[in-house]
């Protein structure tokens, strides 16, 4: 069994939080999500998922890819599951949505999976040995990445027509307009529908309410601008990213990572 946790700053593009293999996998019970894009791959044995309301099983080979905050739960249905995992960030982790194509799940076949498999036993073997290359380490977390981008099975859930006359939109104008200070509110109002209904959607398909996914999303950019331009004010980033209160936006910041902007930006 070969299991390794981040245990230093994040400052790297792209980097693992965790990444093992051989793990003999327990019961997991996430309703809120994982808030990290998470995939999880059997070995050998075989597991059920249930996620937004469907179960799959994943046999061996067979993986899932799952978005930050989408709400599932997996268990073994044989005497032993044995799996390999990696959870994704990054200093520009919120890139990542885009660069899968906002795919909330994407499943992986035998043929993929053996592949991703291997190419994770052989990134863990490399925690083995200090000091950490970090700058090849997040080489590798983009090229794990990229894999799920090309040649995939993915999950049709974003073809909902729900999905995309609601949801879709509304996360295109975040990407695009989320400086300018929009709300929940004008989001709904460009879709044609109330906030508490876009809200419900979002909880569907991202496992997380509209107010949640924006404010990420925004903190995440807030994050890029922090370690891109150290000499940056806070307060100048707190309005590049939507925040008119920089108050508010400090609390929200520490809130969701733990840390104050300048806090984190000290400890990257």
Known sequence: MSIHFRNTPVSEPFIFDSIGS?????????????????????ESGTGEFEIQGK?????????????????????SITPEWNTCFATFTGTIESSIPKLLGNRQLIFIEKEQGIRIGAMISDIAKKYETMPLDTKTLSIDCYRLLMHFVDGVYTSELTEDPLYQRYVAPVIKEIET??????TVQELSRRVYISP???????????GCSSYEYLTSYRINKAKEFLLTYPRMEVQEI???????DSSHFIA????????????FRRMN
């Open 196 to 206: 508490q209904y876009l809200s419900r959607l979002f909880g569907r398909f991202l």
């Open 55 to 75: 179960r799959y099983l994943l046999n061996p080979g067979e993986g899932i890819l799952m978005a930050p905050y989408t709400r599932h739960s997996y268990w």
């Open 238 to 244: 707190a309005h590049r990213v939507g925040f008119p």
């Open 177 to 182: 307009n989320f400086a300018a200070g929009i």
């Open 22 to 42: 051989n793990y003999n996998q327990m019961k997991m019970v996430r309703p809120k999500g994982y808030p990290l894009y998470h995939y999880i791959q059997t």
């Open 252 to 263: 929200m910041f520490k809130k969701i990572t733990g840390m104050t902007p300048l806090e």
